[in-house]
């Protein structure tokens, strides 16, 4: 992992420290799985017929967010 990298990392973890988070809803969310297909870190799963993230995983990149075609994902504070 290179510096820059490395920062990054820290910096998206300092925003989870801040209470930001990426969420799923349920009432949008029509299990496309585009989100699982860009997710990097491989945060995102299906449980139960549902997606959900693991914010042991996620570092808040956003990339989900707009790969989303229904509009499903969204950060919240
Ligand atoms: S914000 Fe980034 S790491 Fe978190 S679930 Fe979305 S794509 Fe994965």
New binding site residues.
């Given amino acids: 992992m290179s510096l820059y990298e490395k920062w990054d990392r820290e910096e998206?973890k300092q925003k989870m420290d801040d209470k930001k988070k990426?969420v799923i809803d349920p009432e949008k969310c029509k299990l496309s799985g585009e989100?699982m297909k860009?997710?990097?870190?491989?945060?995102?799963y299906v449980k139960d017929g549902k997606a959900v993230?693991?914010y042991d995983?996620?570092?808040?990149?956003?990339?989900?967010?707009p790969?989303c075609p229904n509009g499903a994902?969204r950060?919240i504070e």
């Fill in positions: 998206r990426v989100c860009v997710c990097p870190e491989k945060a995102i993230i693991d995983k996620c570092t808040l990149d956003g990339i989900c967010i790969a994902i950060e």
